[in-house]
Nanobody, 124 residues
Framework: VQLQASGGGSVQAGGFLRLSCAAS????????MGWYRQAPGKERELVAE????????YADSVKGRFTISDDNAKNTVVYLQMNSLKPEDTAVYYC??????????????????WGQGTLVTVSS
């Protein structure tokens, strides 16, 4: 299983970006996928996550501005629509997946994977 993140960039405050995280290798039967971010000198924090069961969670700092969504039609892709960006949203964003899939023998495989980071820079 691999996660490929894309969509970072530089925008001015008030602008928007859309991040994508595409899983490859196996189609997940169950998952919780999310976006974390890490700003310079700070710890990595959860931004938003979505599960195959439909639950969604946001950090308080992004509620009302960011929207997470998924597409599991083929391989799972998770999107993070980021609107009304603020300079404090500047960070490296990482996607993450906690997943279950069934192998060729019908046995469940449980795992966790991180994607590569994508830099989001918001200027004032």
């Amino acid at each position: 299983v691999q996660l490929q993140a894309s969509g970072g960039g530089s925008v001015q405050a008030g602008g928007f970006l859309r991040l994508s995280c595409a899983a490859s290798g196996r189609r997940f039967s169950r998952y919780t996928m999310g976006w974390y971010r890490q700003a310079p000198g700070k710890e990595r924090e959860l931004v938003a996550e979505i599960s195959s069961g439909g639950s969604i969670k946001y950090a308080d700092s992004v509620k009302g501005r960011f929207t997470i969504s998924d597409d599991n039609a083929k391989n799972t892709v998770v999107y993070l629509q980021m609107n009304s960006l603020k300079p404090e949203d500047t960070a490296v964003y990482y996607c993450n997946a906690d997943y279950t899939y069934y192998n060729d023998y019908g046995s469940p495989v449980v795992g966790r994977q991180w994607g590569q980071g994508t830099l989001v820079t918001v200027s004032s």
